[in-house]
């Protein structure tokens, strides 16, 4: 530096001193400095004592000469000790020349700079919040400094400015965000660990209020979770526990709209990603649950996108169970905010004051809630949805029905979609379908396909959500007005037409179905007949449940109805048998099992009428319809039909489990019949026919050593009962035309017998050659 060079009101021995290498030289030169100012300050001469600061700042602390920065650094570090609390008038000439020197490449002459500065900021106090920005600014810079020294400085000024903006209520913080904002996705960890330290600080002071402004910062926060130091993500962790304790505290005053979106992104963490982001998609699941739980009703325009990251954590397995709790959380929380007004359409929601009703629940949604309540307790799609700010007019709130269809049918689509989130989705249609179900039934065309292949699904569970879902499909009074579902042909029809009776609707007793129930019926079929795998592993276990679900009467009635019509005659039969084997054995057919067994009404018979003509496809299972029904003597006349019909293995082995049957406590009736010999012939006689059909087996045997069990009549007859005619009990059943079904057998064995004839010569036509 240019000695020779008028630096006044400094002496050349200041100048001097501040030029040279010597630390203590230049201390000295700075205690000149401040006596100085001391005495401009004393004398109120504000110019010179400008014209001193900007001498140390433009001729030292901006020179190229490393001593002569040094040496202007300690210089305006005294003048800021001169002036005092009369600093605040002169603190940009101070601070601006030190905040450039900090990114000096000397690591000695950063460390100067920032204790320079640090001795400014302790006189000024709360005068340095006004640039506060550019402090910050310089500071998050030197927290990722290399050198220790810098750093161990830098870390001294942090604590004095926080204990500043603390004690101070002058911050401006709408200033102070956006750099905020700017500098929290720093990747450095000194830097991040800097920021967090901030925010911590910010959200403690009473008097500001970063909640406002949490939407700005939040993202970054999540992204600083995810730091690869456990200390850092300890210390964001705190945070968000804090922010997550003032949204509780005050929700009404929280702009969940704008966090939505950043809660749903980090919720969606693949499996593939690294462990540190399992604890990013915890969290962000936790503050989604509470979300629901404090914004109510307001969610539901937005129930999709919430719905998009919440469904896949459901499958999660025991090592992400906290996060898997917590998505089961917010599943059941948003489910329950779903209720009957969002059935309603916008403009009856908008006219409706009060709504009238005393607000108790149908036993099936009650059912529903209760079964919420207890889930509660123990527990990157496109088109999606967030939340807007909470509002007290419940009927602004509109229901996302279609986004969450959408949602709900890409799941059930989806290959890889777990069993746990499947059920889920099953669950949301059922819901969907119990509160809204006018508006569900716009979209049961698309949904149908799929709920029918879910069927297949390897678990037990779905199917039966997935059955549930079908049944209320089928049985719901809001299909009744909806035409859209019906097939083209003529068979899809509420009332089921049942050929040869003289009744052609259901039972009283029987609830009526809509539309949808006996196309449900057909696809249920079509899908046995194309997937006879699910037929033999799963027919009986549906076909149960569906009785269960819907009437039992119903299921019969119609399956009957559409394999009178079957063209697949071997599918037939085997339905056919199936369906008896169910009827005959299952639980859940016990009241349809009585009902067949007492033939008083015109409803029963018109249902044995309606099941027998299909039962014909299957010779055997017409028979044990005639047994179940007590049609004894019907029953012998068929039996001495089978002498024309072709005998094979099959047809052995199905009278063998007849046998098997009979012996069951199902037939417990008909073997204590077989006491009353003279008024049970045919029942008698029937027997000895399927003993007469049977080979020397282990059934032959069974059934021989029944009937040898029978007494002989005369040792049964009483003195109190005169020997009287024989007679069948239902050889006066006026509703029954049993010649006409005894011809209609016979037209369906010839069918039968034709096919198979076909069949065989396909196979062994007698021109092929060896």
Known sequence: MNTEKDFSPLTPNIVRALNDKLYEKRKVAALEIEKLVREFVAQNNSAQIRHVIQTLANEFALSLHPHSRKGGLIGLAACSIALGKDSGLYLKELIDPVLTCFNDSDSRLRYYACEALYNIVKVARGAVLPHFNVLFDGLSKLAADPDPNVKSGSELLDRLLKDIVTESNKFDLVAFVPLLRERIYSNNQYARQFIISWIHVLESVPDINLLDYLPEILDGLFQILG?????????CEVVLGEFLKEIKKNPSSVKFAEMANILVIHCQVSDESKSTNDLIQLTSMTWMREFIQLAGRVVLPYSSGILTAVLPCLSYDDRK???KEAASACNHSLMKLVTPEDDEDDEES??????????TPSKKEGDLNDSLNESQDSVGFSNISFFTPASSDRSAVTLDLDGIVQVLDRHLHDSSTGMMTRIAVLKWLYHLYIKTPRKMFKHTDSLFPMLLKTLSDESDEVILKDLEVLAEIASSPAGQTDTSGL???????????????KVTDLSPSTPSMNSYFYKFMINLLKRFSLERKLLEMRGAFIIRQLCLLLHAE???????????????LKFASTMVQTLNTILLTSAE?????NQLKDLHTQESCALFCCLYRSWCHNPVATVSLCFLTQNYRHAYDLIQKFGDLEVTVDFLMEVD??????????????????LDVEHNPYLIKALYGLLMLLPQSQAFQLLSHRLSCVPNP?????????????????LAQPHIDYSELLQHFDRVQSKHLEVRHKRAGRFEHPDRKL
């Open 589 to 593: 057919l016990f009241q349809l099992r």
């Open 227 to 235: 730091d690869s130091s456990k200390e850092i993500r300890r210390m």
């Open 657 to 674: 489990k007849l046998v098997q049957l009979i012996e069951s406590p199902i037939f417990t009736y008909l073997r204590l019949q077989l």
């Open 350 to 359: 908008q006219t409706k004051s009060s709504p009238p009703g005393d607000g």
């Open 487 to 501: 097939c083209d042909n003529s068979d899809s029809k509420t009332v089921l037409h049942i050929p040869g009776s």
């Open 714 to 730: 005369e040792l049964m007859r009483t003195v109190e009962d005169p020997k009287a005619p024989v007679r069948d009990k239902r």
């Open 554 to 568: 119903n299921i019969f009635h119609s399956m009957a109805d559409i394999l009178l019509k079957e063209e697949d």
């Open 321 to 323: 169970k906290s996060t």
